[in-house]
């Protein structure tokens, strides 16, 4: 199917999905949504209005509404919470994973989490209050609470009682094991649901389980549960606290997807959009003022840097030449730079250096600085002599560049470190503040050795 063919596709499924919200058939629209693709969700759902959504979500049932938001990203999810009711939300919420509860209700105003968490099962509000007070790029940011744990005192029998009983609750629950706890709900050990199956019915639970399983904190770092998760091929891992007590499950899949999110947020940080995220369905005022922060300051520090350039603006009046050179010079070392923030920003997600590594970082990035500094001197170097036929200008051009790449990579590496230690997002600042420093630089070196060796200034 052609891209256009898609495009009237969708318009046509816009179309007749508002038809239907016009009729209000309920029955028809969960039919409809349930045979649309997965990928085409998220785009209908975009491009209703705030009245549609509304409409929409208070016609589905909550199971479907609930199942509805599973599939949407954060964001969308979010933005759609926000049109309805507290009450309304509440029901949606009720019938999501425990972990996806937290996160959006993380995403509210206090006050609206509240009045969200006042209309919510008492039960499913507990478990969102308890999982919301753990960090998000911990286990405990991203575990949930729907698992299934027993005393170790208990026999077969017990467990499969329990299950028969409980069965509607528990069809929500991703189980593949069962947890083993003692009396302070420390964990002990996990039993697997075939051997439960198979094992006599008066056989204690402690005889089958296999004690001492793996598992995590819930303060262990994503990155770190994204090693163990590539060194032991398992679902998920049993999630405890301080003492050892069993809080939680995180999942395989939960772990990459944060990490997915939290790249994606980096990234939008990196390209100056504060806060890390933003939909063109947010408020027009608030994705304006999200941008123009940085906008604003990154036009205050390129002042600063033209600046260097008014105080050679003789320099300049004599060797036009050189204003072909500024920006090539300006862009490399940008483009340098930030290479080297991509890198810190990596080891220091991966925990691999800290502020205190300040000087072994700068050190390694001399080293590459060096090489590619003289390779690329030497390329816009010679470039600069044969064009305008002045060697004096090909060999300032070159040094600028390759002093200006080491100075770059120097300052990309270790940029991100020293706005940790000052406790500023690395993400957010480096690139405005990398922006000016090599800019400054590199207007610097040129003009200031044309200025000093070209016309003996």
């Known amino acids: 199917m052609t891209a256009q063919a898609q495009d009237h596709l969708l318009e046509e499924h816009l179309d007749h999905l508002r038809q239907l919200l016009r009729e209000g058939a309920a029955e028809a629209i969960e039919e409809y949504l349930d045979r649309l693709p997965p990928g085409e969700v998220p785009w209908l ?35 759609l919470l926000d049109n309805l009711s507290p009450s309304e939300a509440a029901h949606l919420l009720n019938h999501l994973p425990s972990d996806e509860q937290a996160d959006l209700l993380g995403r509210m105003s206090e006050a609206r989490a509240a009045a969200v968490l006042e209309h919510m099962d008492p039960e499913e509000a507990a478990d ?7 960090a998000p790029d911990t286990a405990g940011g991203v575990m ?23 069965r509607q609750r528990y069809l929500k629950y991703d189980v593949q094991y069962t947890y083993v706890v003692d009396q302070q709900q420390r964990l002990v050990g996990v039993l697997r649901l075939r051997d439960l199956v198979l094992a006599d019915l008066e056989a204690p639970i402690r005889e089958l389980m296999i004690p001492d399983p793996i598992r995590v904190t819930t303060d ?4 770190e549960l994204r090693d163990l998760f590539h060194q032991h091929p398992l679902r998920g891992f049993p999630v405890v606290d301080a003492q050892g007590r069993l809080v939680g499950v995180v999942r395989h899949e939960d772990v990459e997807e944060a990490l997915e999110q939290a790249a994606q947020r980096t990234l939008m940080k ?28 990154n036009l205050m520090m390129d002042l600063v840097a033209a600046s260097v350039i008014a105080v050679f603006e003789g320099t300049l009046s004599q060797l036009v030449a050189l204003a072909v050179f500024l920006p090539i010079i300006s862009d490399m ?13 990596r080891e220091l997600a991966l925990g691999l250096i800290r502020p205190g590594d300040l000087l072994r970082v700068a050190w390694k ?9 003289l390779s690329l001197g030497v390329l816009v170097g010679a470039i600069a002599w044969v064009w305008k036929g002045y060697p004096a200008l090909g060999v300032i051009v070159g040094i600028a560049m390759a002093l200006n790449t080491v100075v770059a990579v120097v300052l990309g590496g270790t940029v991100p470190l020293l706005l940790r230690r000052l406790r500023v997002d690395p993400a957010l600042a480096s690139g405005p503040v990398l922006t000016t420093l090599t800019d400054m630089c ?8 044309a200025s000093r060796f070209l016309l003996g200034g």
């Not at 959504?53 to 199942?67: A, I, V």
């Not at 969102?128 to 753990?134: C, F, K, M």
């Open 45 to 79: 759902l975009d491009h209703l209005s705030d009245e549609e959504q509304e409409q929409l979500f208070q016609l589905l049932s909550p199971e479907e509404g609930s199942e509805l938001l599973e599939g949407l990203s954060e964001e969308q999810a979010s933005e």
């Open 128 to 134: 969102a209050r308890r999982l919301s007070q753990y």
């Open 144 to 166: 949930i609470s729907e698992y299934l744990a027993y005393p170790d005192h208990w026999r077969v029998g017990d467990v499969l009682e329990d299950l028969r009983e409980n």
């Open 220 to 223: 262990t770092p994503l990155q």
């Open 270 to 297: 990196l390209t100056g959009i504060l806060g890390g995220e933003e939909l063109r369905s947010m408020p027009l005022r608030l994705r304006s003022l999200r941008r123009l922060f940085l906008l604003s300051t």
């Open 333 to 345: 070392g940008g483009n340098a730079g930030f290479q080297a923030v991509a890198v810190s920003m």
């Open 365 to 373: 990035e001399v080293q590459v600085g060096v090489l590619n500094g």
């Open 442 to 449: 590199g207007f610097f070196l040129i003009l200031w050795m």
